[in-house]
Nanobody, 115 residues
Framework: QVQLVESGGGLVQPGGSLRLSCAAS????????MGWYRQAPGKERELVAR???????DYADSVKGRFLISRDSAKNTVYLQMNSLQPEDTAVYYC?????????WGQGTQVTVSS
């Protein structure tokens, strides 16, 4: 089993920044992919960004140039630096880790962008 614990969500004004963290524990070997998804009210969960053990990254078009994903393997933690936040970024953000073909999810952290 893999446990994922997110932190760093909150309320921010448009144009502001937040940094999300996700710490993995448990059976953390072979976590090939770690990333972030989000789900806004009434919408499906969507990929925000992900990174692999080889360092490759993948971003949703809507966040390219504004969000940056990084991974600290020594701390088993993945980060999402979110800049130039807009109201449409408001959602619950979920950490995701993939081990072989199994997906693990965190409990989610709320990000609200509002003036």
């Amino acid at each position: 089993q893999v446990q994922l614990v997110e932190s760093g969500g909150g309320l921010v004004q448009p144009g502001g920044s937040l940094r999300l963290s996700c710490a993995a524990s448990g059976s953390i070997r072979n976590l090939n992919v770690m990333g972030w998804y989000r789900q806004a009210p009434g919408k499906e969960r969507e990929l925000v960004a992900r990174t692999t053990t080889t360092g490759s990254t993948d971003y949703a078009d809507s966040v390219k140039g504004r969000f940056l994903i990084s991974r600290d393997s020594a701390k088993n933690t993945v980060y999402l630096q979110m800049n130039s936040l807009q109201p449409e970024d408001t959602a619950v953000y979920y950490c995701n880790a993939v081990k072989f073909v199994i997906n693990y999810w965190g409990q989610g952290t709320q990000v609200t962008v509002s003036s």
